[in-house]
């Protein structure tokens, strides 16, 4: 008996000693990861073919209620993210929310209609402007951003800024089950500010793709991650998270690469550098108007620092992996359309970055 009491404590030890490693080392990569993402696009762009290689493996497909959902590689590490993010939730933070959720719905809402404006107004900035061919590659790519919906990792950061977390996973829960009914709505009107082939695949988009799409990909996985935590229950998924926070830092790189890979050899190979250039400012104004739309609606909530970081990250963020996927699967004789939301998703890390500097150095109060 007293060997055997020795022998779990031993093996609670060691459990608890890896556990703690894995934890280390995750925190390690998450305060490094914007500038490992960075090298994922950097080698995307000198070296495409392994991502390109990623691109074509396909699985088959299944068949869901009439709607051909293929299985190729790029959803399905899209669909792990999706479950770990739902694998994370924790239902009862929500019951507040519930409550009162003028401040959810007016964040989920703004973050609908902020960036369509935006886009709007992108259009007719960017009338002069001597490339149309250009002009619809921007307000295409950036139409997807608008697109999906908030991204996991917004909560990651709220949390790492003392952020209110309840109101983060409300966020990305609210827009992430509403997307399939918001996605084609966006996509359409976009496709009003849009002309020619742009304006026709993004009204193809969202008549048939967009839909069953995030529904299989984005709210199905994260769906199924809330049931596996219920069935788990709270102490068996913080045991698991540290190793599944690894694996989706290894996920997101090698998605990111792989759907880079399309886009950005062109860029190298065919320098357009007043294009490039372009494309950042529009990708960085749609960043910090997202960020700033969330410390303003904060402002007329008058809401404290903890709900400020949380609307700020949730708005500011959204799931351009996603977006990067469905581009790569629906737009593929338009790689270039990829370029505005290859450069938002790095853009968005970095303006977290910011403002997670900022808000520590406010003193609204919590």
Known sequence: MVGTHDGHEKAARMSAGFTQTIAALSHAIHRYFIWIVLASYFFAAVLPGPGLSIRRIDLGGVDIGGTKIALALPSLMLAFLLFNAGLGVRTAELSALVRKPG?????????????????VCLSLAMRPWHNSEETQQILAGLALVAAMPIAGASSAWAQNANGNLALSVGLILLTTLCSPMLTPLILHAAALVTVGDYSEDLNELASGGSGSFVGAWIVLPSLLGMA???????????????????????????LNYSNASLSLPSVIAQPDPDYVVVVLIAAGLLCVSMFGAGYLLS??????????????????????????????????????????????????HFAAALADKLLAATRLAD
């Open 228 to 254: 596996a935590h219920r069935l788990l229950g709270e102490k068996r998924a913080a045991l698991i998270s540290p190793c599944l926070k690894l694996a989706n830092f290894a996920v997101i790189v090698l």
């Open 103 to 119: 401040l959810l719905l007016s964040g989920a809402l703004a973050n609908t209609l902020a960036p369509l404006a935006f886009i």
């Open 299 to 348: 402002r007329v909530f008058g809401a404290g620092r903890a709900r400020t970081a949380s609307l700020m990250f949730g708005l500011g963020m959204n799931n351009n992996g996603a977006g990067l996927v469905l581009a790569s699967l629906e737009l593929s004789d338009h790689p270039a359309v990829m370029l505005p939301i290859v450069f938002y998703n790095l853009i968005q």
